[in-house]
């Protein structure tokens, strides 16, 4: 990739470790709640249906409310485990709360990161809830090393609408041509970053290649390959 300056990432399963963190807040809201399910059940159910969810609320189907209850509603009836909507709410409360406690990264984010602050301005375009991605970035240490940070929230839309894009690129000061997006997400960063006229890698923890036209990576540390 030629004539790049800078470089925008996803945050949530890019560089921050969702699953992972997700999964140790729900371990404590579990014992808190005295909720008697095994846990590692619990998240074969739920981390399906919270993409689901995620995906309806980036088309602007639902709302955040109902997108932080539905998705613990649906987990629960599937696993047949009765709950009262008032808990429910509490446990949906508590893990947005609880969530940003938590902040394992992905294995090669720090060294990336170093690596390419010392030839590109970084960024980040998140879909994820601006009350706490901004505790996410500073826990885990890694507000430093990005300029501009951009949430859907603060634009009004959620990627992949290109609004998104056209607001990070004007709020970096840089034509889509010198930009390069980095997501794990192929519907909301690659495709809304092409469409926007930038570059794009993606990053999949999976061997397979959803497109041979796009940059795929396996592991962050391969992206230093390209840039």
Do not use: C
């Amino acid at each position: 990739m030629t004539n790049i300056t800078h470089i925008f990432f996803d945050l949530d399963h890019t560089l921050w470790d969702f699953d992972r963190n997700s999964g140790l807040s729900f371990k404590q809201i579990f014992q808190e709640q005295d909720i008697s399910l095994n846990l590692e059940d619990f998240l074969k159910v739920y981390e399906p249906i919270n993409l689901k969810y995620w995906k309806m609320y980036r088309e602007e189907k639902i709302n955040k409310e109902k997108l932080r209850y539905s998705r613990l509603k649906e987990t629960f009836d599937i696993l047949k485990y009765e709950i009262s909507d008032s808990l429910i709410n509490t446990i949906a409360k508590d893990y947005i709360d609880y969530l940003p406690n938590n902040n394992h990264l992905i294995e090669g984010t720090l060294e990336l990161l170093g690596y390419l602050k010392e030839q590109y301005q970084l960024h980040i375009i998140t879909n994820g809830f601006e009350e706490v991605q901004d505790i996410k970035l500073r826990k885990s240490n890694i507000k430093p090393y990005f300029d501009v940070i951009v949430t859907s929230e603060s634009v009004g839309v959620k990627k992949p609408n290109i609004k998104v894009f056209n607001f990070a690129l004007e709020q970096a000061g840089v034509n889509p041509e010198n930009a390069v997006m980095i997501g794990d997400s192929y519907e909301a960063d690659i495709m809304g970053a092409l469409n926007a006229g930038m570059h794009a890698i993606f990053y999949s923890n999976t061997s397979e290649k959803l497109n041979n036209e796009v940059t795929n990576v396996n592991s962050l540390l391969e992206i230093k390959q390209y840039l």
